[in-house]
């Protein structure tokens, strides 16, 4: 009964380590952390899009582990600062890369 005990447990400790590295994407991360950012990137551009001023400029959203990266042209300074307060106003978001340009 012994042996089967230092077989076994160290089997079953082997596999659960094995299987849980295969619930992970190629960069380390879960499928949690994956939805989590598809839920702010969606969030962000709802957001984007309900805004009058904004609505009508092609803003690229893209988030990485919370890091949410802006993209596309705005015509004044304003305007993309804008984008920055409302992409910051969404839960979640833990820095943001502004690279609106403007036209």
């Known amino acids: 009964m ?7 447990i160290p089997a079953i400790l082997f596999f659960a380590c094995l299987t849980s590295q ?3 994407t190629p960069a380390g991360r879960s ?5 989590d950012d598809s839920a702010i990137t969606t969030k962000v551009k709802a957001k984007l899009l309900a805004d009058n001023i904004l609505s009508i400029f092609n803003i690229s959203v893209k ?3 919370g ?3 802006l993209t596309g042209a705005v015509k004044t300074s304003e305007q993309k600062e804008r984008a920055a307060a409302i ?5 979640g978001v833990r820095r ?5 340009r403007l036209k």
């Open 87 to 91: 992409t910051r106003s969404v839960t």
């Open 2 to 8: 012994r042996i089967y005990l230092n077989i076994i």
């Open 67 to 69: 890091e949410v990266t």
């Open 22 to 24: 295969a619930c992970q």
């Open 96 to 100: 943001i890369n502004n690279f609106l």
């Open 31 to 35: 499928a949690g952390n994956v939805v």
């Open 63 to 65: 988030t990485f582990k």
